[in-house]
């Protein structure tokens, strides 16, 4: 299966993720409250775009059943993907209301285009590719350190969070993605195959570059000055 091949050509950028500081630290109960609202900041900026490329996906779907699924993406989005940023602020005792309209940093920015690039160049399947790292990886992040996690730790609820429950980024939604890739494999060129795997592992990559952007507080060198 070609979601097998995705998946083995991103174990070792996965690895990595799994064992950066930022993740580590989620894993033992402590990250920095600097670190942990660049990455609120900064993930909600990721979502408006992730949204809006879940959008175009279900513009140039051909199914119901796709549509029905980037739908409930959307949704899902939009009105509970913010539950993360909660338990995060909470531990940082900061409002998250004061953490939405940060300015884009580097990483996102490049992480959004790149989605934006798959929306504007690609078909479905090239879509589904660039978007299926990140719930992909936390996935795999949650299943992996839930066991390794003290009762105490207060990043449980946030480690919970990502864990397989109905309504929340889980197994059935991220294989869902896997097997609409297979499908849609199976009518393109190797060719084509080729440039989803690029942007399958790019995705992967960024995934990785977010987590050291917020853990490093990695910015602009040079500011606009309005």
Known sequence: MFSEQLKRDAAPILT???????VEGIRDGAVSRDALMVYVEQDT?????FVKVYAGALEKSKTKKQMQFFDEQIRYTLNDEAGAHKILCGIADEALEEHQNAEIRPATYLYNEHLFN???????????????PCPWTYNEISKKIISDSDPTNP???????????????????????????????????????????????????????????????????????A
């Open 16 to 22: 990595d993720i799994e064992n950066h500081p930022f």
């Open 45 to 49: 900026r990721f979502l408006e775009a």
């Open 118 to 132: 798959a929306l504007r160049t690609g078909q479905l399947i090239d879509i589904a590719a660039a978007m299926l």
């Open 155 to 225: 990043f449980l609820p946030w480690i919970e969070f990502y864990q397989p429950e109905e309504g929340k980024v889980d197994d059935s939604m991220v294989n869902t993605l896997f097997s609409m890739i297979d499908e849609l494999a199976e009518e393109a060129s190797a060719a084509h195959l080729k440039r989803v795997e690029e942007r399958f592992l790019r995705s992967c990559e960024f995934e990785y570059d977010f987590w050291d952007q917020a853990y490093y507080q990695q910015d602009w060198k040079y500011h606009l000055q």
